[in-house]
């Protein structure tokens, strides 16, 4: 392979025209300029320069070398400079989070991409186990989870607290054990820990969601509480989802006695080295969830 630092020595070499000046702009001798051309030479097999005197000429290979040679330099400058380059509004974050303070937080970030149109945002729902796995096998940047990674290549920071909420039907009156097994429950993929959770906390004749007769199930965050508000049924959802529901006024929730939330925990794979845009994006974040 060719070396980079004799290629440049021969090409300031071929532009000034002289020993003398190359030695100069490149602080070296003249003795270490010849001996990267001999070097260069040596390495190809084929006479790059004549010599007359103080003067030389390029052969038909010395011009091919410097052609060739000025692209390969001006290249690995422009990968130098790219690589140095760091901004913390420019480029791809790939972010990963549960749908709940995804519905919080896409339209957040959305409005910090406006203002800086560099910024590119990938941004995928999945459950804690799939921002975990994703973070683990470098598939996201960074990822929010409601629960402590348990594989030892992710690190998380708590955040914020999202609180758990129950919603009923806006019609609903009573929030009373039986009123609760006679509207029946909403069932998501997080329906039974959030009802663990929040009702186990309030409710001393709760043991289990076995006991709530089921009346629907969706795993469409925004889809939830669509039967709730026409009066099918009852769901334990976090705060944030419930916000995002468009039909406020079909729904009601409830902040029960005992508040239960969930620690949100900002994740990244451990000893990651991360460009400036990712803290960026983290930052906004933690101020979005404050």
């Given amino acids: ?34 001996q990267h051309v001999r070097k260069l030479e040596e390495q190809l097999d084929t006479q790059l320069l004549l010599r007359e005197g103080k003067k030389f000429s390029l052969t038909h290979a010395g011009r091919q070398l410097y052609q060739q040679g000025q692209a390969i330099l001006q290249s690995l400058a422009q990968l130098e400079q790219g690589i140095k380059q760091d901004p913390p ?45 994703a973070i683990a096998a470098m598939e996201a940047d960074i990822g929010l989870m409601t629960r402590q990674p348990e594989l030892s290549e992710v690190q998380a920071e708590a955040i914020a607290e999202e609180p758990l909420l129950l919603v009923t039907p806006a019609s609903q009156t009573s929030l009373s054990w039986e009123a609760l097994l006679q509207l029946g429950f909403i069932d998501h993929p997080d329906g039974a820990h959030h009802a663990k959770l929040l009702l186990g906390a309030n409710y001393p004749e709760f043991e289990h969601s076995d006991q709530l007769p089921n009346r629907g199930f969706s795993n469409q965050i925004g889809l939830i509480l669509e039967p709730v508000s026409r009066g099918l049924g009852f769901s334990v959802l976090p705060a944030y989802a419930v916000e995002a529901f468009a ?28 460009p400036r845009r990712v803290d960026s994006l983290s930052e906004a974040i933690k101020a979005c969830l404050a």
């Avoid at 060719?2 to 070499?13: D, E, G, K, Q, V």
């Avoid at 902040?255 to 080295?273: F, H, K, M």
Wanted: proline fraction near 4%; aromatic fraction near 8%; charged fraction near 20%.
């Fill in 1 to 34: 392979m060719m070396n980079p630092i004799w290629l440049r020595s021969f090409c300031t070499l071929v532009e000034l025209g002289h020993f003398t000046r190359t030695a100069e702009r490149l602080y070296m001798t003249q003795s270490g300029v010849s």
């Fill in 89 to 133: 509004f420019a480029g791809e974050v790939r972010l990963m989070s549960p749908g709940s303070v995804g519905l919080k937080l896409y339209g957040e970030l959305l409005e910090l991409q406006c203002a800086h149109p560099e910024l590119s945002l990938d941004y995928r729902f999945a459950s804690n186990a799939g921002v975990e796995s």
């Fill in 247 to 274: 039909r406020q006024d079909k729904i009601t929730a409830h902040r029960l006695p005992v508040a239960v939330s969930e620690t949100i925990y900002l994740c990244r794979r451990r000893q990651a080295v991360l």
